[in-house]
């Protein structure tokens, strides 16, 4: 079994950064593919970056702006996101192979 925990949400100004977290437990493989999705509110759960031992993935909206790395020996999954923009306000949610989901960390971008 698999459980995901993000962290690092939070309340930030537009132009600053963040960091999430996701630790991981359970059986991991290094190479699987691990990422994060996003949903805010009345919108659709979006792929926002994934990773995995060998190519990362962005989606457009935050390409430049948003970096993702994982740390297998810690099974550690990170997303640093900076410029951030009110319209990146969303839960955040970790994932592993697209089937095990964390419970998500909300941030929110605001003046």
């Known amino acids: 079994q698999v459980q995901l925990v993000e962290s690092g949400g939070g309340l930030v100004q537009p132009g600053g950064s963040l960091r999430l977290s996701c630790a991981a437990s359970?059986?991991?493989?290094?190479?699987?593919?691990m990422g994060w999705y996003r949903q805010a509110p009345g919108k659709e759960r979006e792929l926002v970056a994934d990773?995995?031992?060998?190519?990362?993935y962005y989606a457009d909206s935050v390409k430049g702006r948003f970096t993702i790395s994982r740390d297998n020996a810690k099974n550690m999954l990170y997303l640093q996101m900076n410029s951030l923009k009110p319209e990146d306000t969303a839960v955040y949610y970790c994932?592993?192979?697209?089937?095990?989901w964390g419970q998500g960390t909300q941030v929110t971008v605001s003046s």
């Open positions: 994932h592993y192979l697209n089937r095990y």
């Open positions: 990773i995995t031992s060998t190519d990362a």
């Open positions: 359970g059986s991991i493989f290094s190479g699987g593919v």
